[in-house]
């Protein structure tokens, strides 16, 4: 009994640090379906418009930043020579307040199946994304994203060796 009393007088604690609501909440929620939107039309201007001028986006891989005039650069570059579409199914997005420790404020967390079709018979790949975005004052400031690399190369055919076996 004693070990089940203290983790139950820690839960206020816990649910206090990390709501599921906001005041901002709805806004929120509709700037990253216009985000959205805008990957799926290849839009790089609406999505230049929602990047806060200090946006830091990181990943998928540990290490990866981009800023903004970065990532509005790579998705010129993106439509105009890689993407032929990019289709979201499944997308789903929750809106949440961290209210202490690192990363405090509104968060919106978007967790999707994602359709691309490379331009020129490119091939084409499904993937699983999770995307999580922090906004002020109405602009992602930043972005973490997270997806498998390795299954989308290997849905384009490429293969994994390990040089030791060369």
């Not at 909440?25 to 216009?34: D, G």
């Not at 790089?44 to 540990?62: A, E, I």
Request: hydrophobic share 35%; glycine share 6%; proline share 2%.
């Amino acid at each position: 009994m004693k070990k089940l009393i203290f983790p139950l007088l820690l839960l206020p604690f816990v649910i206090s640090s990390c709501t599921s609501v906001n005041d901002h909440s709805e806004e929120n929620l509709a700037l990253i379906q216009n985000y959205i939107k805008a990957v799926e039309n290849l839009d790089y201007d609406t999505m230049d418009s929602v990047l806060d001028d200090k946006y830091l986006g990181l990943g998928p891989s540990y290490g990866d930043s981009i800023g903004k005039t970065e990532a509005i650069e790579n998705w010129k570059y993106n439509v105009e020579n890689l993407y032929d579409k990019i289709e979201y199914s499944r997308s789903r997005n929750a809106a949440l307040t961290i209210t202490s420790g690192d990363n405090q404020g509104d968060w919106i967390s978007n967790w999707a199946e994602l359709h691309i079709t490379y331009k020129d018979d490119g091939g084409s790949v499904n993937i699983w994304a999770n995307s999580i975005y922090q906004i002020v004052n109405g602009k992602i400031v930043k972005s973490y994203t997270f997806y498998n690399e390795a299954d989308a190369l290997e849905q384009l055919g490429y293969v994994f060796i390990n040089p030791n076996n060369l």
